[in-house]
């Protein structure tokens, strides 16, 4: 049901060069001309174009932006764009100075290998991924000489869906800077002929109504977006674009038939979207969570959305509300007429929904498909009608039976496929993999319900795609003898403004015509007729078009085959599942589509190596993946300073902040390389941090004690098998068995379920995991021809809090308020750090006053921390000793 093709490029500009920077002050002095409002820290985006050809829904677009370095020193470009996981990028280039560097779809581990090869030659390389969630974020970042230009290039594809009875294209638009040659240019052609075609951009004022142009006759539909340089000011003199929002294509094509088959070159596909259709009666179950985690926001945004719900729903229509906390709570006995009285009961009942307690989501689904199954049984419900269940939740079945795969196997069999379940999973503390699997596995769809202002909006909208049932059953039958590799041909209900769509492959190359039966229950009767195609009717219908790309059935086909495998993928186990990925990676591969299981590769061929002269630095290309909403920037690491933080970084010192005292602790661990210390262990969250030590290039012959620094961090989440291993190279995610790696020359924000990353390029990563633990890793890099030393990390810790009062571990220990008085300071062996006697947790230590080194703010002198030292690898101060720490292995 999603058809939004969201799209955004944005072209990011490092921090300047000093030397560059008088530069451009001292030319905007002199001489204000336009060309200085093009050139923004030394980069002018001179075209930018996005084109886009729609033939039979089925979208082709290409993106290309194009700069040129002004400049008098190398700079860095960044191409960025983000995506809806249901366009397939096809394909990516680039072009420095005439040079082009194609990009080739591989498998993705195939794909990874030669990336991180190519990385570590220092090559150019770029890779795209598709993370297989919401959206995909694709950005490739170029240093190019001075003078020099790139043309980025990338295509994808994706077939668009129909909602609300129009076919929708989002082109999200920021190219933040005043762009010379900036055009959006759309093509459609649909042999049905097009009855309505509407362009609108949410940033274009009414001054700029009239440069959308838009045009449709017949089959053929032209819009085109083409702002002059004054046009995408923001006001009359300024250089600010105002090109900053959606673009929004929408569509609809005639329909004389409620069936349109296309023949082409040995493939089929079946457009299916019958109108005039009287309504179904639907009987709807609302199963919602009023669990302690719905209190605020979610569960007003909640009743707001039932309310707004409850003023469309029909008089004919039979509903319910369950509501699940610990207990679980039932409105009515049983499903109830829509009568207006029974709405305004409804009402009352709704705004009086408060929450309590724990999640039992079990206990609620189950007392909703009871409740259904009863309705049938009984006919409390008409038999002509369409069931329909729709559970909203917001966290993690934690009563009553909370084993997901047990909720799975209950739920499936009570529905048996009679009616589809809708699982709406409200913000990131839900399962969702959980609740996408068991709506797939009873012919629905999983949604997740972003967390803002408009939450009740996105609740409603998913109602309104469901609210109009036309048909149940609905079956697209084709000769088994002439057609094989079909795509999914049953449906449970086909909704008004929606349409379904078949392709498959004949079996003898050379037919031309097809016959289909389509059989559905509609409101009075059942439908029931047979419909035919023939290959020169096709042919026909697009006789007089041009913009046909010759292969767009079959490939419209091998899109939907690929969709549905991965759709089937995730509620398959076992060789059934690995028989669904391969089938997936093979098409995948052949019709060079980017999906989860493929990578797109572009390298810098050899020979080209420093071909434009950048000497100092190698040109970096860099990928990454991205799976929802931006987050805020990581503003509390620029809090103002000091704060207290437990940390440990350098050889290694940890950092004991004392807040209440204003005053620090702080002591070394002196280990051998090799050795992995636990840091932080939290059985109740399931949080484990625990670190690697390196030591230096070469052991120093002239101390007893070697230096050691962590070289490698491993933070896991037991509870959502989740992994991450931080290394001064990369940085690695794990979810399951699902890896997605980074290098430090990404700057990424990541966020998935009970995860959020957020990496600062070469600087420092932000990782806030589960309940809000978050952590700090600094990237220590010291000069690569370093006698002695190498890369570290250092940790540092925020949102302590969110762990539990049983974590422990090296630093975990100190997350609970430590106190310690301080006696008879007196004189030590060095005559600027006084001793002195500490007294903390019933013991006496002899301490040190020193300093340590907080790195968050300045990784490459570090501030320094005044704190008491805590001699002997912290004996006294820790519980147990030191050695008590030292684990078997980073998980
Ligand atoms: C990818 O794009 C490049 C640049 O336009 C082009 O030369 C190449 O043929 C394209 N590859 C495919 C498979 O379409
Ligand atoms: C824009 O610049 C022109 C020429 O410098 C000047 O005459 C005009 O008043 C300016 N308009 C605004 C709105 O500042
Ligand atoms: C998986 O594919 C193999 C080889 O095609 C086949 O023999 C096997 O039956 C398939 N297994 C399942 C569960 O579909």
Redesign the pocket.
Known sequence: MENHLLLFILLLIPALASSDLLVTHVRTIKKRNVDNDLVVNGIEIYSMKIDSKVTSRFAHNVITSKAVNRGNVHKEVVFDVELPKTAFIT?F?MTIDGV?Y?GTVKEKEAAKKQYEKAVSKGQTAGLVKASGRKTEKFTVSVNIAAASKVNF?L?YEELLKRQFGKYEMFIKVKPKQLVRDFEIEVDIFEPQGISELEAEGTFITNELQNIVKKTFSEKKGHISFKPTLDQQRNCANCSQSLLDGDFIVRYDVKRTTPDNLQIVNGYFVHFFAPTNLPKLPKNIIFVIDISGSMAGREIEQTREALLKILDDIKEDDFFNFILFGSEVHTWKETLIKATPKNLDEARAFVRGIGTSGMTNLHGGIMRGINMLNDAHEQNVVPKRSASIIIMLTDGQPNVGVSNTQDIQTDVKKAIEGKYPLYNLGFGYGVDYNFLEKMALENKGLARRIYPDSDSALQLQGFYDEVSNPMLTDVELNYPENEISDLTKNTFKHFYDGSEIVVAGRFIDNNQNSLTVDVRGEGANDALSYTAQQDAEQTAKAFQEQQYIFGDYIERLWAYLTIEQLLEKRIAATGEEKENFTAEALDLSLKY?FVTPLTSMVVTKPEDHDNQDGIADKPIEVTAQDITAAMLAPQSFLHSSYPTWYTSVDGDPHFIISVPQKEDAICFNINENPGAVLNLINDPVTGITVNGELIGDKKANSGTKIQNTYFGKLGIANKHLDLKLTVTPEKIVVQKGNEKTGFTWLDSVTLQQEGLTLIINRKKNLVVSMGSGASFVIVLHQVWKKHPLHQDFLGLYTLGSDKLSEQTHGLLGQFFRPIDFTILEIHPGSDPKKPDATMIVKNKELTVTRGWQKDFREDPAHGIDIPCWFVHNNGAGLIDGVHTDYIVSSLF
Do not use: Q
Request: hydrophobic share 0%.
């Open positions: 394909n280039s082009t194609p290039e295509t060079k």
